[in-house]
């Protein structure tokens, strides 16, 4: 998903003649700092990142550079300067809400490096919020490692093994839910009729898998598109610190695995 958001962006600035220095930080605060700092030396015309989380010395970087800041990917707290994205916490309500309709009363959200990644551990509260607002009995089961198909697998088995009575489970994200549904398939365990099982961020394989997965699919060419028109627009007027907020919204694509 963060790879479409990346070619939406680039498709669009290319098209303005504006090239593009793409950098990745796994989560790590020091070395979103040092990429920020070292844009800020190449004296770009503009910097994009992903999310509202950032250190206090990044965030004091980024408060003082006299560019356009764009925040990617998330909403919720006051931006730098742009935000492009969505409330995860509000994703996570969804997929709760989804569950809780289908008559799931024992839910479970298999999270991965939880204690890095914000957004999926806002995710996880939405959810848990909203399952037990419903009566619902919900916990969170998570795993410090890379959310991946191997690591959902084993959270499932995790969840399984100390509350087996549980109908419904909600991801991290798609490969994580794609674990849970091998995992099923391992033991034997119907999909949805014993366990309903909801990913994130609709991936290729979700309309394809057996069972199809219901999942969450959030707008990244939208978000692409929507942070490039901010991008070429501030460097056209030189014109930032907008405080503009764009809402792109998610979407619950419902399939057969609940």
Known sequence: MAKKIDDAVLDELKRERLNVLLGHTEYDPDEEEALVRTALSRKSAAIVLTGLHHSD???RLLRGASVPVVELWELG??????????DHVTVGRTVAAHLAARGRGRLRFLGARLHADHRARSRAEGFLAAARAAGAEAEIVEHPGAAGVEVGGFLLARALDETPG????ACSNDHMALGAIFECQR???AIPERLAIVGFGDLEFAGVCNP????VRPSGDLIGREAARVIV??????????????????ALIHRLSS
Do not use: K
């Open 57 to 59: 010395a990044t965030r």
């Open 77 to 86: 707290s006051q931006p730098i300067d742009s935000a492009v994205g969505f």
């Open 166 to 169: 549980v109908e419904g489970i």
């Open 187 to 189: 033991r034997g365990i």
């Open 212 to 215: 199809s997965l219901t999942t």
């Open 233 to 250: 627009e501030s460097v056209r007027t030189g014109r930032y610190r907008s405080g503009e907020v764009i809402d792109t919204h998610h």
